[in-house]
């Protein structure tokens, strides 16, 4: 039996992948890198993050959704010593994007490399319509 998906394409590489699937009331999304409007990755690890995010937020109100909506959260960064020394500056960025103090399980997890050598983190997220 044929399970009944909704995708969600854009940007240049549309034709390859997806960057949100949803099936029944839960959304995957592809990981979302920090590039800006022009493609571009600033050098900071905390604003590649609010990139990161402004693309996610991008994703779910193509399927009616909020950053409320996340349940499930992964951050994949190419330097984790990096990343544990900005945690706080990351975390307090991430809660004013949110809005408020984020309701997800989050997982962080340290990869060799991103697609592109200036990328620095990829966020990967879960979510529930409802």
């Keep these: 039996m044929a399970i009944e998906k ?9 034709d390859l992948f997806s960057q949100g699937v949803q099936v029944g009331s839960t959304i995957y999304m ?5 590039t800006d409007e022009a493609g571009h990755a600033p050098d900071g690890l905390v604003e590649q993050m609010q990139h990161a995010y402004r693309h996610v937020a991008a994703v779910l109100a193509e399927f009616d959704c909020s950053m409320d909506n996340i349940v499930e959260e992964t951050w994949f960064v190419t330097d984790m010593h990096e990343c544990m020394s ?45």
């Design 86 to 130: 900005q945690i706080q500056a990351l975390f307090t960025a991430r809660q004013a994007i949110y809005g408020k103090k984020p309701e997800v399980a989050q997982t962080l997890v340290q990869v060799v490399s991103l697609v592109d050598p200036a990328f620095k983190i990829e966020i990967k997220c879960v979510a529930m319509q409802g």
């Design 30 to 34: 592809a990981g979302q890198i920090g």
């Design 6 to 14: 909704k995708l969600y394409r854009s940007g240049p590489y549309a």
